[in-house]
Nanobody, 118 residues
Framework: QVQLVESGGGLVQAGGSLRLSCSAS????????MSWFRQAPGKEREFLGS???????SYADSVKGRFTISRASARNMAYLQMNSLKPEDTAVYYC????????????WGQGTQVTISS
């Protein structure tokens, strides 16, 4: 059974940092693009950024310079380092995976709550 499981969410004060982890299991994800999304209450899901199998990253403008995505392919892990957090970063954060030749995200985690207090 293929699974993505996020961890590392929690409550942090504005200006603080959090590191989210995404553990993938069930098959190797070496050839997948690993991405992070978030969804705040009443808002649409927002793409945050991704990391390719070769380590190339891309980011949404809203988080560029504050968030860093990385992966440890040998361990089937992906990470989201979040710095300088703001109350508007409060959301459920999801990791997702798609085969590098596909445009569709086939696998999603269950999400982890991140709450930033002012």
């Amino acid at each position: 059974q293929v699974q993505l499981v996020e961890s590392g969410g929690g409550l942090v004060q504005a200006g603080g940092s959090l590191r989210l982890s995404c553990s993938a299991s069930g098959r190797t994800f070496t050839n997948d693009v690993m991405s992070w999304f978030r969804q705040a209450p009443g808002k649409e899901r927002e793409f945050l950024g991704s990391v390719s199998s070769g380590g190339t990253t891309s980011y949404a403008d809203s988080v560029k310079g504050r968030f860093t995505i990385s992966r440890a392919s040998a361990r089937n892990m992906a990470y989201l380092q979040m710095n300088s957090l703001k109350p508007e970063d409060t959301a459920v954060y999801y990791c997702a995976a798609r085969y590098y030749l596909s445009t569709k995200y086939e696998y999603w985690g269950q999400g982890t709550q991140v709450t930033i207090s002012s």
